[in-house]
């Protein structure tokens, strides 16, 4: 099954796929701003500064879920001994890591006129900031390792020790007394935010996730031609 | 309209700071990655320019090379 996903095989696809993701990504998120910005009501309590939630909120769920897949990609690729997995893992990093800024500066927007704070060190920030240093030590480590087996080693066991944070973000509002609300949407129970909140929060969220799918396959295809570049070296 | 847009009870210097922050990290992620594939892509064309013929009939029977040159043609 491996197979299918050799580089050589879906390069094809993915050298043609930015344009078209990038269209849509233009599409999704005129919608979702006119919609952030415009469309959807005030919050009763906190007014208009409810609008940065359409930006925070997808930016962390988005960074949180680049997160976790960088360590399964990770894990998998020890198992199977599939370097294309690492490739991958290492691919999606960079928007992971953007991600990750936006959720800490735009929360930190987001604190100062309804907690009256830039920065608080409660659970769910300082946790961010945690998968930040994360990322930035998952990014440098393939920036200052040249021996493939090394930083494949290191790699994962950084993404090993960052994933355990990922549930201490998602429970610290439960677990601690902390600044931020609980979670509004649930999967699995109903959701305590209105249609009119969450349709264009949905939105947004595509959008992102159209960003990161772009940055993704750009980086990707760049790592593919980087190896073709030593190839044609050996020749 | 446009007053109400941007002063949005207040709130305005916050809510636009936070989105014009996302919309900047979105466009320099883009135009850094961008750049970088460039790059790697016009290095890919120099050294295939460089081959002898041999080499370059071996390197282009791979279909991967051949979708790389392809695609630099095509941008």
Same mark, same amino acid.
Do not use: C, H
């Given at each position: 099954m491996f197979k299918l996903f050799q580089p050589n095989k879906i390069f094809?696809?993915?050298?043609?796929?930015?344009?078209?993701?990038?269209? &849509? %990504?233009?599409?999704?998120?005129?919608?979702?701003?006119?919609?952030? #910005?415009?469309?959807?009501?005030?919050?009763?309590?906190?007014s208009d500064a409810v609008r940065i939630m359409y930006v925070h909120v997808p930016a962390a769920w988005i960074s949180l879920g680049i997160f976790s897949s960088i360590t399964f990609l990770s894990i998998s690729g020890f198992i199977f001994k599939n370097k294309n997995f690492f490739l991958i893992a290492k691919s999606l990093a960079p928007s992971g890591f953007v991600f990750n @800024?936006?959720? &800490?500066? $735009?929360?930190?927007?987001?604190?100062?006129?309804?907690?009256? $704070?830039?920065?608080?060190?409660?659970?769910?920030? $300082?946790? =961010? &900031?945690?998968l930040a240093l994360f990322y930035a030590m998952y990014l440098?480590?393939?920036? @200052?390792?040249?021996?493939?087996?090394?930083?494949?080693? @290191? !790699? !994962?066991?950084?993404?090993?020790?960052?994933?355990?944070?990922?549930?201490?973000?998602?429970?610290?509002v439960d677990w601690w007394n902390t600044l931020h609300q609980p979670a509004s949407i649930n999967i699995l129970s109903k959701s305590s935010i209105h249609s009119s909140m969450l %349709?264009?929060? &949905?939105?947004?969220?595509?959008?992102?996730?159209?960003?990161?799918? *772009?940055?993704?396959? =750009?980086?990707?295809?760049?790592?593919?031609?980087?190896?073709?570049? /030593?190839?044609?070296?050996?020749l | 309209m446009i007053n109400e847009l941007l002063f949005m009870n207040g709130y305005g210097v916050y809510v636009l700071s936070a989105f014009s922050f996302t919309l900047f990290s979105f466009s320099a992620l883009y135009l850094i990655t961008k750049v970088q594939f460039i790059k790697?892509?016009?290095?890919?064309?120099?050294?295939?320019?460089? *081959?002898?013929?041999?080499?370059?009939?071996?390197? /282009?029977?791979?279909?991967?090379?051949?979708?790389? #040159?392809?695609?630099?043609?095509?941008?």
């Open positions: 094809q696809i993915t050298s043609k796929a930015p344009k078209y993701i990038l269209l &849509l %990504f233009v599409i999704v998120l005129s919608i979702g701003l006119m919609e952030a #910005l415009i469309l959807s009501p005030e919050d009763y309590k906190q @800024i936006i959720a &800490l500066v $735009t929360g930190s927007i987001w604190g100062k006129p309804t907690w009256g $704070t830039w920065w608080a060190w409660d659970a769910r920030i $300082t946790s =961010m &900031l945690i440098i480590s393939w920036r @200052i390792y040249e021996n493939e087996e090394k930083v494949f080693k @290191i !790699t !994962t066991f950084i993404t090993i020790i960052g994933i355990v944070n990922v549930p201490i973000i998602k429970y610290s %349709f264009p929060l &949905l939105i947004m969220t595509a959008a992102f996730a159209l960003f990161s799918l *772009l940055i993704f396959l =750009m980086k990707y295809n760049t790592e593919l031609i980087k190896i073709k570049n /030593k190839g044609l070296d050996r | 790697e892509q016009n290095k890919f064309v120099a050294k295939f320019g460089s *081959l002898n013929s041999e080499k370059a009939k071996s390197a /282009k029977s791979q279909r991967i090379n051949k979708e790389i #040159l392809a695609n630099v043609t095509n941008n």
